[in-house]
């Protein structure tokens, strides 16, 4: 079982930076993947990115490469999302997900975290 908490989201203008965290818990988060999605309102969940938990090799959707970057810490149970030059379409709740095999099945949500982008 794992257990994931984000924190980090809020309100920032457009060019701004913002770092959300995603704190797990449970012993076997490093077998995991971890990824980042977000949904604005009316739109589906989509996927923005993900780090494998054997060499940490990142992915991202094509809509963020260049600005958003992905990590974790092992030791510390956490993965991050850096955001930078926040637009107003990156609008949304993002939440973290953990996943054995592929960020297209995810086996854990967590519970989601505000980020608005003013223009």
């Known amino acids: 079982q794992v257990q994931l908490v984000e924190s980090g989201g809020g309100l920032v203008q457009a060019g701004s930076s913002l770092r959300l965290s995603c704190a797990a818990s449970?012993?076997?988060?490093?077998?995991?993947?971890m990824g980042w999605f977000r949904q604005a309102p009316g739109n589906e969940r989509e996927f923005v990115g993900g780090i494998s938990w054997s060499d940490s090799s990142t992915y991202n959707a094509d809509s963020v490469k260049g600005r958003f970057t992905i990590s974790r810490d092992n030791a510390k149970n956490t993965v991050y999302l850096q955001m930078n030059s926040l637009k107003p379409e990156d609008t949304a709740v993002y939440y973290c997900a953990a996943y054995r095999s592929s960020w297209k099945v995810v086996d854990y949500w967590g519970q989601g975290t505000q980020v608005t982008v003013s223009s």
């Open positions: 449970g012993r076997t988060f490093s077998s995991y993947g």
